[in-house]
């Protein structure tokens, strides 16, 4: 089943332990991008890559990193949490070739006390 | 610069009668535009898209949606709501490089 697959599904944790959130997708897909959820707000792009080791920064990258070392993989990595970071995150996935059509894990709700 | 307003934070139908869900643009190019639809605790999922072909775009669910260029409007329609189109609505542009705008959201309550 195509799928993207992110860990954990909810999480409470304390500023400034580091905490990584993993995403996966099955579907051979060379766009990978995380957002945030934020109620009025939409969602956010913070991070995106357009094939393995290529990343760029999206609308609200600060305090968060990612990488991208395998096609299928594209953790983000949130160094030193701060309570402004509590959201719901969600991971997505496309082909280059179709740009806009994203498919999106279930995502992940992050709570930073 | 692309953006997207949804005119509507909340909408609320009765079973059975139509829905419409209204989304303005903005952009430089010739846009994409897409409605997805969010269903609690879930992902998004792409309900219809609109890539410069037809006008009138039909999507999953019964969806539909017309992209009208003179007035930069993507309004979500359908004929008659059903309980389980209870959801959040989400109209996105986008250009070619994938740079995506979302719109804020749209909650839809279906009453009984």
């Known amino acids: 089943e195509a799928q993207v697959t992110q860990n954990p599904r909810y999480l409470i944790t304390v500023t400034g332990k580091k905490l990584t959130v993993t995403c996966s997708q099955n579907?051979?897909?060379?766009?990978m991008s995380w957002y945030r959820q934020d109620p009025g707000l939409g969602l956010r792009q913070i991070y995106y890559?357009?094939?393995?080791?290529?990343?760029d920064k999206g609308d609200v990258p600060e305090g968060y990193k990612v990488s991208r070392k395998e096609k299928r993989n594209f953790p983000l990595i949130l160094e030193s949490p701060s309570p402004n970071q509590t959201s719901l995150y969600f991971c997505?996935?496309?082909?280059?070739?179709?740009?806009?059509?994203?498919?999106f894990g279930e995502g992940s709700r992050l709570t930073v006390l | 610069a692309q953006s997207v307003t949804q005119l509507d934070s909340h909408v609320s139908v009765s079973e059975g009668t139509p829905v419409l869900l209204r989304c303005n643009y903005s952009?430089?190019?010739?846009?994409?535009l897409f409605w997805y639809v969010q269903h609690p605790n879930k992902g998004l999922q792409l309900l219809l898209k609109y890539t410069s072909a037809a006008t009138l775009v039909k999507g999953i669910n019964g969806f539909e949606a017309e992209f009208k260029k003179s007035e930069t409007s993507f309004h979500l329609t359908k004929p008659s709501a059903h309980m389980s189109d209870a959801a959040e609505y989400f109209c996105?542009?986008?250009?070619?490089?994938?740079?995506?705008?979302f719109g804020a959201g749209t909650r839809l309550t279906v009453k009984p």
């Open positions: 579907m051979n897909h060379e766009y």
């Open positions: 997505a996935s496309s082909w280059t070739g179709r740009p806009g059509e994203l498919f």
């Open positions: 996105v542009v986008s250009d070619w490089s994938n740079d995506m705008r």
């Open positions: 952009s430089s190019y010739s846009p994409s």
């Open positions: 890559s357009m094939n393995v080791e290529v990343t």
